[in-house]
């Protein structure tokens, strides 16, 4: 079974930065892709980005050129450096992981991080 473990949400002002990092109990190059999602009160959860096992990275038009995903090989982990934060990225972000098994997809799920950001 494959874990995701999400951390370094807080509550931080407008303009100020974050770095999420998402620890995965699997070789992290052992999936097709990695995500970052996230999820606003009373909202549906959407894409904010996501980096393939080739190391092609996209990013939702709501945090482009203020977001980058990456990649640590030493803790086998997907960060997201969240940049220049504003209210309306305040959301529960979660981590997701992709892969094909014998030509079975699978998805996997964090249990998500606080981001709170005030104006």
């Known amino acids: 079974q494959v874990q995701l473990v999400e951390s370094g949400g807080a509550l931080v002002q407008a303009g100020g930065s974050l770095r999420l990092s998402c620890a995965a109990s699997?070789?992290?190059?052992?999936?097709?892709?990695m995500a970052w999602y996230r999820q606003a009160p009373g909202k549906q959860r959407e894409f904010v980005a996501f980096?393939?096992?080739?190391?092609?990275?996209n990013y939702a038009d709501s945090v482009k050129g203020r977001f980058t995903i990456s990649r640590d090989n030493a803790k086998n982990a997907v960060l997201l450096q969240m940049n220049s934060l504003k209210p309306e990225d305040t959301a529960v972000y979660y981590c997701?992981?992709?892969?094909?098994?014998?030509?079975?997809?699978?998805?996997?799920w964090g249990q998500g991080t606080q981001v709170t950001v005030s104006s």
């Open positions: 997701n992981a992709m892969d094909t098994i014998r030509g079975v997809a699978s998805n996997y």
């Open positions: 699997r070789n992290i190059f052992s999936f097709n892709l």
């Open positions: 980096i393939i096992s080739g190391g092609s990275t």
